[in-house]
């Protein structure tokens, strides 16, 4: 499955932002989305994943209480809101996807990437 992510932006401390990401395949309702991230000399970190009908979410402990996964399949396309932002969620953001990755939260599990999109956030 190809994945297209876009949202991606400057803010300040405080903002939201509305990452999302399209996926090509029609069977893509059975897969398992996810978001991960990766500053500049960091290893890519599990953000959030969400299952193929939407019963099992997980949330990276840094982004608990402030991001929210969700998907629209009739739209094949998976979102990332993101309220209260910090300085330190600076990274490039990617989405995720694998049939078999439930409960995942390495990145090593999801054989689908999207391009990544850069959400800066400024202090």
């Known amino acids: 499955v190809q994945l297209q992510a876009s949202g991606g932006g400057l803010v300040q401390a405080g903002d939201s932002l509305r990452l999302s990401c399209a996926a090509s395949?029609?069977?893509?309702?059975?897969?398992?989305m996810a978001w991960f991230r990766q500053a500049p000399g960091k290893e890519r970190e599990f953000v959030a994943a969400?299952?193929?009908?939407?019963?099992?979410?997980y949330y990276g402990d840094s982004v608990k209480g402030r991001f929210t996964i969700s998907r629209t399949n009739a739209k094949n396309t998976v979102y990332l809101q993101m309220d209260n932002l910090k300085p330190d969620d600076t990274a490039v953001y990617y989405c995720?996807?694998?049939?078999?990755?439930?409960?995942?939260?390495?990145?090593?599990?999801?054989?689908?990437w999207g391009q990544g999109t850069q959400v800066t956030v400024s202090s």
């Open positions: 969400i299952s193929y009908n939407d019963d099992r979410i």
């Open positions: 995720a996807a694998d049939a078999h990755a439930l409960g995942s939260r390495y990145w090593r599990d999801f054989r689908s």
């Open positions: 395949e029609w069977t893509w309702s059975s897969y398992v």
